[in-house]
């Protein structure tokens, strides 16, 4: 059983940064894709950014492109997501997933986490 857990949310001012890690079990951690979503209350789970396996390409909604920044170590079994300039609408509950392939869609994601609650306060 796979088990993602994810860390580093919290309340931080519009415009300030944060950075959130996700950390998995297993040693096939580097065969996988990793993603990161987000779900605002009353609001679908959307997509956020993802990487391959090897994390040569990375994706990013345009909503997050220039500002965010998805990385993973994979001698540590860590996905990142360093999150600058954020802004009120991005409070939401942050996930990491992990896939077969750096999708958008939740359903190409197999296991994810129990999510971080990043607040954005403007």
């Known amino acids: 059983q796979v088990q993602l857990v994810e860390s580093g949310g919290g309340l931080v001012q519009a415009g300030g940064s944060l950075r959130l890690s996700c950390a998995a079990s297993?040693?096939?951690?580097?065969?996988?894709?990793m993603g990161w979503f987000r779900q605002a209350p009353g609001k679908e789970r959307e997509f956020v950014a993802a990487?391959?396996?090897?994390?040569?390409?990375?994706y990013y909604a345009d909503s997050v492109k220039g500002r965010f920044t998805i990385s993973r170590d994979n001698d540590k079994n860590t996905v990142y997501l360093q999150m600058n300039s954020l802004k009120p609408e991005e409070t939401a509950v942050y996930y990491c997933?992990?896939?077969?392939?750096?999708?958008?869609?939740?359903?190409?994601?197999?296991?994810w986490g129990q999510g971080t609650q990043v607040t954005v306060s403007s």
């Open positions: 297993g040693r096939t951690f580097s065969r996988y894709s």
């Open positions: 990487t391959t396996c090897s994390g040569g390409r990375l």
């Open positions: 997933g992990r896939g077969r392939v750096p999708a958008k869609y939740v359903d190409e994601y197999e296991y």
